[in-house]
């Protein structure tokens, strides 16, 4: 690493222009990520044109600020209703709304916001000290060890069927099924499109996941309109956290960002899968699992500290090697392309000044967060003031503008609006929409990178157990399936009480 | 320092006010404005293409230049719209990436647009293909990667963009002229393949030269052959396939297209807005800097070359599709 550009970064990015970029693009990235059906790297799309005037140092800066801003903008309405503001804040529903529910909106957000920033931060921190270290690791991963990720990545599913095993179980394979719409990577032939070339390139998940979540939740306010009560209108508690909290939270944030950065640095992978790993482990990790679904602080710390790590995660393959480890991160590839910069290894050594004060960018972009995060924060709350039916109108309309802008597509209008009636039919008979949403993620890589894991391995199994870190994350999985079944109960009861006993 | 914020804020704005009223001269046929029909997502290979191409053609043509993202079906959903649904006075177009215009509908029914329905205007750039593999594999030269072929049949694992995609079909074609047989692995997209090379999980990835030439330069990794007609300036070092004995010229081309029947006076005018374009230095050294290989071949005969290019691989698909389409 070289010191000279590590300050040149600095100073550049500081100086007032790059400033107020930061700011812009932090608020911007609030403002999109708080509404349902606007994600990040669609504003990032959007924004992308705009940045081609600027000077390349100030138009990444700004578009990395908008990723950071974006990345914890999602819980907002994740938290307050119900609605994933961007598909990596899907976690964060399972536990903010419940707390939400109960009169703690503030300390949900309060604890979101905090995450994110310690998350943004290390990985920020990450990203400027070891780039080159564990931008060559990104290498390691090829077909055959992305393959046994997802596979690890399914089995969250498992731990996700609270209650009924069986509708978990149900709304996973459903997700899994619908993943397998579109053209099949080896042969090229349509599968399940019906001769409809809109289809061909599959089903967006971020479609998929704004009609799933968003709309059953629209109707669900409808529904309830003129029942008068509302519980989370008002913040009762505050939204700094004690530090009491934070300090109890540590572990959790540092094992949830640590997950971010390497879910991050994978291609293939991105805020989405990293949320669900974080919420998975966090409540592994925790003793007490029962009140996870029910309103754990817990389960709002892991995937918001995640999906926020998981910028600086993807960023280091993209600026060490000129891979990009995200979709979103393509987009700011695309944008160094656009400006003349031929993305590469050498981004961080001839291409230096820009990079590093993109990297300073990130950094600065996560302080810039915790203070325009907490005035943004706590005037959005003032939208559980707004009567339902309003609110409910407004998520519907912006459902609608989202699904449109990921292709500029009409088509995927008429798809999430599907996906919407499917889903509230979903949560009327109970099942949960979020195993249908891993396996719909996590569908499309298990299946392409197990196709080529058997042309690269000869059509024999023997080349998951010839990669050690496929065969690791393999073992992990199993280990994690059979956790879940009696089985392990049965080897576990004999064990702990032989231990009690000695 | 303020003021220089508020400056290039307003700089673009200022700048298109400045630009239409001096070009007003020369009008443009087909209304003041172009709607560029992009079948990809915003920061891939053809944006960049536009970024570079559109502002210089927009002042050559006193117009302004709109671009509509319609990613789908690898660019078949904007293609399709280009031609059964968009006015035919000019005013809109599409950037036409060849040979996957053709390879969409030749390989699959359920697409329905022809390239008939299309008015070919110009090709900007062709990205030429190249064999890539690790830094550190045992496959010095081209010889020893076909070597290990012969020896092992159907064994050596090479990448591509994808099926239907130039490196997939140049594969099949290195195949058809060698006899050989290789283990064909299709990833999505140049990006993708490149870097299973670059990590050794694949023995070579048949790529394109701007996806591949800073690893290259860097070392990452090493070129052992490229599917052009003459060695490249780029890569004097690097053997053409036609050296070797194997005919084969392919690579990624991206052009752009309208309609079919537009107005002629409108094709003429973009035609001749391309060909002044590519004489001009200054694109010409803004492209060189982006490793995008210049290629403009305009009207009658980037049409010519659509149906060579077409004629070829439908030939080559009817030969394998029943093979690769288990």
């Known amino acids: ?502 | 320092m303020p003021a220089r914020t508020i400056m290039q804020w307003l700089a673009p704005a200022v700048l298109a006010v400045a630009i239409a009223p001096v070009t007003q001269a020369a009008e443009y046929a087909g209304g003041d404005e172009i709607t560029v029909l992009q079948g990809f997502k915003p920061g891939g290979g053809s944006d960049a293409l536009a970024q570079l191409v559109q502002p210089r053609l927009s002042e050559i043509l006193g117009i302004n230049f709109v671009n509509e993202y319609m990613p789908g079906a690898t660019g078949a959903v904007a293609w399709t719209r280009l031609a059964k649904q968009s006015p035919n006075d000019g005013s809109v177009i599409s950037i036409t990436n060849t040979p996957m215009l053709m390879t969409n509908y030749i390989m699959n029914d359920a697409i329905s647009y022809d390239t008939d329905e299309m008015t070919p205007i110009a090709n900007v750039v062709t990205d030429p293909g190249i064999v890539v593999v690790n830094a550190d594999s045992e496959y010095q030269t081209i010889e020893n990667l076909l070597d290990a072929a012969k020896q092992n049949p159907g064994t050596v694992t090479i990448g591509n963009s994808g099926v239907g995609g130039d490196d997939f079909f140049t594969t099949i074609l290195l195949e058809q002229a060698s006899g050989l047989s290789f283990k064909r692995v299709p990833f999505q997209g140049d990006g993708p393949s490149a870097t299973a090379a670059m990590g050794g999980k694949i023995d070579a990835s048949f790529n394109n030269l701007g996806n591949v030439y800073s690893q290259i330069e860097s070392g990452n990794l090493r070129a052992l052959a490229v599917f052009a007609e003459e060695r490249l300036d780029t890569l004097p070092d690097v053997p053409t396939m036609k050296e070797k004995g194997f005919d084969i010229v392919a690579g990624s081309s991206r052009g752009y297209s309208a309609p079919a029947g537009i107005p002629v006076e409108a094709r003429q005018q973009l035609i001749e807005a391309f060909q002044t374009l590519a004489k001009d230095p200054d694109f010409q050294a803004q492209a060189e800097q982006r490793a995008m290989n210049l290629d403009v071949v305009t009207g009658d005969d980037y049409r010519a070359m659509i149906d060579q290019m077409e004629e070829r691989f439908r030939g080559v698909w009817d030969e394998v599709k029943d093979d690769v389409a288990q």
């Open chain 1, 1 to 502: 690493m070289d010191s000279s550009l590590v300050m040149t970064g600095l100073t550049n990015v500081l100086s007032l222009t790059n400033i107020a970029c930061i700011l812009g693009g932090t608020v911007l990235g609030l403002f999109v990520g708080a509404m349902p059906g606007l994600s990040a790297t669609m504003a990032l799309a959007l924004l992308l044109p705009l940045t081609f005037s600027f000077d390349p140092a100030t138009g990444l800066s700004m578009l990395a600020a908008l990723y950071v801003g974006a990345s914890y903008g999602g819980s907002i309405a994740a938290i307050l209703l119900r609605t994933p503001g961007t598909p990596s804040a899907a976690a964060t529903v399972l536990d903010g709304f419940p707390l939400s529910q109960q009169g703690k909106a503030g300390q949900a957000l309060g604890i979101s916001l905090f995450a994110s920033f310690f998350g943004g931060l290390m990985s920020g921190i990450a990203l400027l000290t070891a780039a080159p270290l564990l931008g060559t690791l990104v290498l390691e991963f090829g077909p055959v060890e992305l393959f046994a990720i997802a596979v690890l990545g399914i089995t969250i599913i498992g731990s996700l069927a609270q209650g009924s095993v069986i509708s978990g179980l149900f709304s996973g394979g459903l997700g899994l099924l619908v993943s397998t719409v579109g053209m099949d990577l080896t042969t090229g032939t349509p599968r399940m499109t019906f001769d409809q070339i809109n289809l061909f390139s599959g089903i967006d998940f971020t479609v998929a996941l704004i009609g799933l979540f968003s709309v059953p939740q629209a109707l669900t306010l409808i529904e309830n309109s003129n029942q008068g009560e509302k519980v989370a209108s008002r913040i009762t508690d505050r939204l700094i956290p004690r530090l009491q909290t934070i300090k109890k939270l540590m572990p959790n944030i540092l094992r949830s960002s640590g997950i971010g950065v390497i879910v991050g640095l994978i291609p293939g992978t991105g805020g989405d899968t990293a949320s669900w790993f974080a919420y998975n482990e966090a409540k592994r990790f925790a003793k007490d699992k029962s009140h996870f679904g029910k309103g754990e602080i817990a389960g709002v710390a892991a995937p918001e500290a995640a999906n926020n790590a998981v910028v600086g995660g993807a960023l280091i393959p993209t600026i060490a090697l000129g891979i990009p480890g995200s979709s979103s991160t393509a987009i700011l590839l695309g944008a160094l392309m656009v400006q003349g910069i031929l993305p590469g290894p050498n981004l961080l050594t001839d291409y230096g000044d820009v990079t590093y004060t993109l990297i300073w960018a990130v950094i600065l972009a996560n302080v810039g967060l915790l203070v325009v995060g907490l005035a943004f924060t706590k005037m959005s709350v003032s939208v559980t003031r707004v009567p339902d039916g309003f609110v409910a109108c407004a998520i519907l309309t912006l459902c609608i503008i989202g699904a449109f802008a990921i292709n500029n597509s009409l088509f995927d209008v008429g798809l999430m609006l599907g996906f919407g009636l499917f889903g509230y039919w979903l949560a009327k008979a109970g099942v949960s929409p979020a195993p249908m949403v891993i396996g719909l993620i996590l569908g499309p890589v298990m299946e392409v990178s197990f196709q080529q894991s058997m042309l690269i391995g000869n059509d024999s199994f023997g080349v998951f157990l010839d990669s050690p870190i496929a065969t690791v994350l393999l073992i992990l999985a199993l280990l994690s399936i059979l956790q879940a079944t009696p089985a392990f109960r049965w080897v576990r009861r004999p064990l702990k009480r032989r231990l009690q006993r000695g």
